[in-house]
């Protein structure tokens, strides 16, 4: 179980990364580097200051040079060393945000009857972004024939690293966890040995995409990301102790610190800063403590979204919008209900898991 001085650090790391994010917030309304959201329902968060990672990271680092004591600590400084990577790597997409690739059309369906376009069939008074190719193709053949669709916004698409530039950098970042040559050669006493390296790359890149999917809403992915983090100290204190619980109990402390401002309505958001280094600390932490399934249990709400994003994309399910909150959100959940849900589903399945691993 967490003792006193875990609590202690959870709080220190909570009020410290609550006061580096305000300053960073600061700093990036200076400096006018903000959000503009390319879903016309989230329009009215355009301004809000973005790349807020950078308070999280300042958070860290801060605690973990107050802690430092190699090798006492040693799995919090490798999870922070890790993380500070790839936030780096998540700010590079960030910037590259800020150029737009191009202007989509928002349409809305002006006719008496439903139409068809792309994976879409809009009712008549709907509206819709025309994004993908087929979309962009329908529209086309639509207006020149009957010309039920009337255009009503415009909206600006950022440029952005392609899936594969993603990948590759997220393969990179992972592969810093075999480095430091610490990496657990087994999964809760089940021998793998050097297949652990794959399984690790693979674990991180998931947990990246993970929470950077679900950081759609304000204060969905710190949160979860909290809830998942406390849970795992707990069963990482029960199996191994405080040098394996501690990077778990800092990343708690460190997203509750940012939920002080990133909260519904959030006053900054984390950006890929904030995401990847979030997806990264996390999972490289479960491979430090050897909670790995634990921890992939009590990330189950991002990884699950991933999974019907992925089966959308695959065709074999149709989504009107993706990621699934957004969906929700399209269906007439409002955004504060999603975010309390899917905290909810997370906090419950942590602690049914906590219960089935004998923590509790």
Known sequence: MLGQVDVIIFIITLIVTALFTAFVRRELIAADIRDNPIVSEHRQKSGTPTMGGFGILLGVIL????????????????????????????MFDDLLGFKVKEYQKVVLNDGDEPVKIGLLTLAPGEEARIASPKAKEDYAQIVEKDHKLKVVDEIPIKSETTETEKIIIQFVVACFVVIPGVLQSNIMGIEIGILMIPLAILAIIGSINAVNLIDGMDGLAAGIVAIASLASAFFASATMGTVASLPFVVLSGACVGFLVLNHYPAKIFMGDTGSFALGTGYMVAALLANTLIFSIIALAVPIVSVIISLMHRAHIITLPVEPLHHTLNYHGMSEQKIILLYWAITFVVSIVALVIFGVF
């Open 63 to 90: 605690v973990t040079l107050f802690l430092f004591n190699w090798p006492s600590n040693s799995y919090l400084i490798i999870t922070v060393l890790i993380m500070v990577a790839a936030g780096f790597f998540g």
